[in-house]
């Protein structure tokens, strides 16, 4: 689904289950990611392709840019990589954080064990996440987060480092805890994700004059209105 798009800027709402990875081992260009999510939201692929600014997990959802020109990717991407642009995530953790609104700084490095993976280290690179509770459900909690630096993985190991990992995470400890939950419709439809309940809900991009915002995706609202029973 596009977002927003002018002349610059081309913006989709990435639906989760699709890949941004590149690998040159596996032959996955940025090329192939850029034309798998527009086949995904239904864009008609341009010449030349648009030229992604940055990626979202592949089981996260929600708000990813594109620039048209490689004038806008620079512009774009010096917003991100110099903390002008201010992110909004959403996601559902078990448990509920003490206090309910606050800042994690837990610097994040590679697992030396599992590749794939990132962990909480003094070996790491600094990463600063900031957090509020917008509603407390029981044994659950609806989150909204900001991450004021953008490391791999790093709202997912953060949460998971503070004991609240997110809802349907395999990586990072959110996978099974379904199996407490006494509700049969909320367990059910716990039991059945196949991703995080993790989105990213808006970009705000001021000097450009963007502001994009995606709806949560239809799994995240559905297990939102069981829990509101």
């Not at 609806?142 to 991450?147: F, Q, R, V």
């Not at 997912?156 to 509700?183: C, N």
Request: charged residues 25%; hydrophobic residues 40%; aromatic residues 4%.
């Amino acid at each position: 689904m596009i977002l927003f798009a002018n002349e610059d800027v081309l913006a989709l709402d990435k639906p989760p289950g699709v890949s941004m990875a590149t690998s040159s081992k596996e032959g996955k260009s940025a090329e192939d990611a850029v034309r798998r999510l527009l086949a995904v939201c239904g864009v008609i692929p341009s010449d030349p392709l648009p030229l992604l600014v940055h990626r979202l997990d592949a089981g996260t959802s929600g708000v990813v840019l594109f620039a048209k020109t490689p004038a806008a990717h620079r512009a774009l991407s010096l917003s991100l990589q110099e903390r002008r642009a201010r992110k909004t995530y959403r996601a559902l953790v078990w448990g509920h954080p003490v206090p309910a609104k606050g800042t994690i700084d837990l610097a994040l490095a590679r697992d030396q064990k599992d590749g794939r993976k990132m962990r909480v280290g003094a070996d790491g690179k600094p990463s600063v996440t900031l957090y509020a509770t917008l509603r407390r459900f029981p044994s659950l909690a609806d989150l909204e987060l900001h991450p004021e630096t953008g490391r791999t993985h790093q709202i997912r190991v953060h949460l998971s480092a503070k004991g609240h990992p997110i809802v349907g995470d395999d990586f990072y400890g959110g996978a099974s805890r379904w199996h407490g939950v006494r509700d049969r419709a909320l367990r059910e439809a716990l039991a059945g994700l196949t991703h995080p309940l993790l989105h990213a809900q808006r970009i705000e991009i001021r000097e450009m004059g963007l502001d994009i915002e995606a709806r949560l995706p239809e799994d995240y609202e559905s297990v939102l209105a069981l829990l509101r029973k």
